[in-house]
């Protein structure tokens, strides 16, 4: 059932993002009357289509469908969607319709500046989507995160060798202030770090990165947990009564424990029976006798560190939801040019359609959702900008090309450019499947 929530998830997810990009193309074409042959969301491959405004049953319901120059419709294939442009060279590679005779309503002969908009459509409408997206979100539901200042970190393996320590509180990073939590992995690896400052104890300690690791830390997924003091905000189970809110652990059978997560193993080796806790109550110790349960755990709910909630006003949440989704563009940009560098191993970080499908819960949540999409939607237009042929972004350097020369490349050159760009979109998907698999083997 979680796999089938996932998939469908997915499917509606991309569906509604490949809608949104190719109605930026089609728009554009439309607004200069350059001819659209097809708009079809997933590919029909072989000729294949689930829905067709061409096909006999619907032309018998509209019979004006039959006179509309644009086939509007479904393919079999899920795996993404086109606009179809008269005139143009496209990742179909059909050059039939380019040994003809130019057309007043093709691709071709339109000036470059309007050819260069047809192409930029895509992404234009990509980050618009993205825009109001995060404006809902923000008039909605407002903007909640845990907050960097006041809380400490508890580190894995990978941390503790580089330098950090449970119970830390990082400063900066360089001259950057961090002030999202969740983000002071990522910020460790998009911003080249070189020194990060920490509060340990009473000393401010200078921790100098070892660039050489910055690839591990893109694929060591947890370096810094919240570290969660064990105070107790309330109690539930066969221990209420004994622990009052405010109460703060001290030990577990005898182990001092500062932390949440230092208590959990020391509790799990008591499952089903009693351990003996000391905890503090104003300025008294006491000690108490907990019953532990099969999961090990003992009913608590700790008091969560401070977190920043935001409140939106339909008017605040259109200036930060701009603010947002430039900022969240430059973050992908700064991970794409990690991807980019070999010595950083992000590349084993790329993943392909299953890797979006684990991103997404497994029951349905409206704000997940549509945060998601406003992220995908994101690296959709970001990727697309890519100047690699058969990406929009190769168009867009033809275009620019021609208007700074004056000079058409010709069409042999395009097609030749096109199928280079396509064998590197098929390597790049091999990767990316590749990486998948091999995270779900291990």
Not at 70 to 76: H, N
Not at 199 to 207: E, K, N, S
Request: hydrophobic share 50%; net charge negative; proline share 4%.
């Amino acid at each position: 059932m979680v796999v089938l929530v996932k998939t469908l998830q997915v499917i509606l997810a991309l569906s509604v993002l490949i809608l949104i990009h190719e109605l930026g193309h089609f728009t554009f074409a439309k607004l200069f009357h350059i001819r659209v042959d097809k708009f079809f969301l997933f590919f029909d491959v072989g000729g294949t289509k689930l829905f067709s405004t061409k096909s006999g049953w619907f032309t018998k319901l509209f019979p004006k469908a039959a006179q509309w120059e644009t086939e509007y419709g479904i393919g079999w294939l899920p795996l993404g969607g086109y606009c179809k442009i008269a005139g143009m060279i496209d990742e179909s590679l059909d050059t039939e319709s380019m040994k003809q005779e130019p057309q007043a309503w093709e691709f071709r002969t339109h000036p470059a500046w309007q050819r260069l908009l047809v192409m930029a459509g895509g992404v234009l409408y990509n980050f618009i989507f993205a825009i109001l997206a995060y404006v809902a979100i923000l008039d909605i539901w407002g903007d909640t995160y845990i907050k960097n200042e006041g809380n400490a970190v508890y580190v894995n393996e990978l941390a503790y060798d580089l330098g950090f320590r449970t119970g830390d509180r990082i400063l900066r990073f360089d001259d950057y202030v961090p002030e999202d939590f969740t983000s002071l992995q990522i910020d460790l690896a998009r911003r080249d770090v070189r020194r990060a400052t920490v509060l340990r104890g009473a000393d401010t300690v200078d921790i100098w990165i070892d660039q050489a690791r910055i690839g591990e830390v893109l694929n060591t997924p947890g370096m810094f947990d919240l570290a969660v003091p064990f105070v107790v905000d309330t109690v539930i189970g066969p221990n209420t009564g004994l622990l009052h809110h405010g109460d703060t652990f001290l030990a577990v059978d005898g182990n001092p424990v500062t932390y949440l997560q230092e208590a959990r193993p020391l509790l799990a080796e008591f499952a089903g029976g009693e351990v003996p806790v000391a905890v503090a109550r104003g300025g008294d110790t006491l000690q108490v006798a907990l019953q532990v349960d099969t999961t090990g755990r003992v009913g608590v709910y700790t008091v969560f560190p401070g977190y920043e909630r935001r409140e939106y006003s339909f008017l605040q949440a259109l200036p930060a939801g701009v603010k947002l989704t430039f900022s969240t563009i430059g973050g992908y940009l700064q991970d794409l040019r990690l991807v980019a560098t070999p010595r950083t191993e992000a590349y084993k970080s790329v993943g392909s359609f299953i890797a979006i499908g684990q991103v997404f819960p497994s029951e349905w949540d409206w704000y997940v959702f549509v945060r998601l999409l406003a992220l995908l939607s994101i690296m959709l237009g970001v990727m697309n900008l890519l100047p690699i042929p058969a990406l929009d972004g190769g168009h867009i350097v033809i275009c620019l090309y021609e208007m700074i020369t004056r000079r058409k490349p010709s069409d042999k050159f395009i097609l030749a450019a096109q199928m280079v760009g396509m064998v590197l979109l098929v390597l790049l998907m091999v990767l990316a499947f590749g990486n998948d698999i091999g995270r779900l083997i291990r």
